[in-house]
């Protein structure tokens, strides 16, 4: 199974690929889930074409496309949420309040509809695989979660379905977040360990964009590291052009 939220773009292609490559048949849920989206705003703006999704679904064979309204999946009168603490709580967890709880819920009901043996994720949502991992583990759900390497633009920016929102002029400026990340990677080829240092990097490349976090942290557990050996996860949130855009990189 790939969960999405539509507007599928050559990273989701890649997921259904990678699903393809995985199990007989592959099931894709379109469904853009009011519950995670704090602001009404950002829900309004989410882009959506079902009809090139399916085009698009069509096109790379999927067996199965599953787009449910928002009334089949809570009808009146739903009231459970699903709600992961922990590695849900920091980063994502504190600007976006709900948010977490929103997809904790969502992908519950999705797989216990579907009932997937494997349930393919983009690695961009770090911190969203490390809730759901968590959930299918504690849940005891019977799901592999198989997680895909971010897919990026030929000029390093993360593919997302937020990016046809972003103007030219802002992309341009968003191109700090990948460089960032490669900065860091590049840092930690050359023997930088130190959360701290690796941070300051990041900052001076991510300049004056609008950053809501930029850290360093155990991608395990999303807190700080205890030892400089460890292996590290640099984290990066930003506005730019109104448009908020999150990646990542794991280092070691
Ligand atoms: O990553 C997404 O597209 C969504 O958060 C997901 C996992 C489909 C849940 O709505």
């Not at 983009?122 to 583990?137: H, P």
Request: aromatic letters at 6%; a negative charge.
């Amino acid at each position: 199974m790939v969960p999405t939220m539509g507007a599928l773009h050559v990273g989701h292609v890649s997921l259904i690929r990678r699903a393809q490559s995985i199990g007989a048949s592959v099931v894709v849920s379109i469904f853009v889930n009011p519950l995670q989206f704090g602001d009404s705003s950002d829900l309004a703006t989410y882009p959506s074409d079902i009809d090139r999704d399916l085009d698009i679904c069509r096109e790379t064979s999927v067996d199965l496309v599953w787009a449910p309204s928002v009334e089949h999946m809570y009808p009146s009168g739903f009231a459970t949420r699903v709600s992961v603490t922990g590695v849900s709580v920091p980063f994502e967890g504190h600007h976006r309040p709900g948010h977490f709880d929103g997809v904790a819920t969502v992908v519950t009901k999705l797989f216990s509809v579907v009932r997937p043996d494997t349930a393919v994720f983009g690695a961009k949502d770090f911190q969203q695989v490390a809730v759901i991992k968590r959930l299918t583990s504690d849940l005891g759900l019977p799901i592999t979660i198989d997680v895909a390497p971010t897919v990026r633009d030929h000029d390093g920016l993360a593919l997302s379905s937020r990016n046809v929102r972003l103007e030219p002029p802002a992309r341009t400026r968003a191109l700090a977040i990948p460089r960032s990340l490669r900065a860091a990677e590049d840092a930690w080829k050359s023997g930088v360990r130190s959360s701290r240092e690796l941070e300051a990097i990041v900052a001076t490349e991510l300049g004056d964009l609008d950053i809501e976090y930029a850290a360093v942290v155990d991608p395990s557990t999303l807190s700080e590291r205890t030892n400089d050996d460890d292996s590290a996860v640099v984290l990066v949130a930003a506005t730019v052009g109104g448009v908020r855009l999150i990646d990542n990189v794991v280092l070691g």
